[in-house]
Nanobody, 124 residues
Framework: QVQLVASGGGLVQAGDSLRLSCVAS????????LGWFRQAPGKEREFVSS????????VYADSVKGRFTISRDNAKNTLYLQMNSLKPEDTAVYYC????WGLGKTDPVEYDYWGQGIQVTVSS
C-alpha cells in the first residue's frame, strides 16, 4: 500500500503561481512512478504530468507544457508540481498518483494509488 497526501492548493489570480506537494509513505518512494491528474467540474479526470522513478523521464500534457514543472525529491518522499502562469482553465481538483512499476505513465488506469485531491482555483 502507498498513502499519498497532497497539499498546496488554493485560490489565486490568473498569472500567479502555486506549488503542489504530495508526500508518499508505505513503500520505497524511489521505485514509484508518479503523476498529477486533475478533474474540473463536469469533466473527466485528465492527465497533467508524470515523472519516472528516477526523475529521468517527465511527460506533460500539451495544455500545461512550458508552464508546469514536475519534480521529485526521493530523500523527502515528496512529489512536486510547480505551476506558473496559471489560467482560469487550470481550475480543478488536482490528484497525485503512484505507479508501482516506476514508469510514470499518462493513463490513470496505470496508477494504483491516489491522493485525496486538492482544489486549485484560478480567478480571471
Amino acid at each position: 500500500q502507498v498513502q499519498l497526501v497532497a497539499s498546496g492548493g488554493g485560490l489565486v489570480q490568473a498569472g500567479d503561481s502555486l506549488r503542489l506537494s504530495c508526500v508518499a509513505s508505505g513503500r520505497p518512494f524511489y521505485v514509484l512512478g508518479l503523476g498529477w491528474f486533475r478533474q474540473a467540474p463536469g469533466k473527466e479526470r485528465e492527465f497533467v504530468s508524470s515523472i519516472s522513478w528516477n526523475g529521468g523521464s517527465t511527460v506533460y500534457a500539451d495544455s500545461v507544457k512550458g508552464r508546469f514543472t514536475i519534480s521529485r525529491d526521493n530523500a523527502k518522499n515528496t512529489l512536486y508540481l510547480q505551476m506558473n502562469s496559471l489560467k482560469p482553465e487550470d481550475t480543478a481538483v488536482y490528484y497525485c498518483a503512484a505507479d508501482p512499476w516506476g514508469l510514470g505513465k499518462t493513463d490513470p488506469v496505470e496508477y494504483d494509488y491516489w491522493g485525496q485531491g486538492i482544489q486549485v482555483t484560478v480567478s480571471s
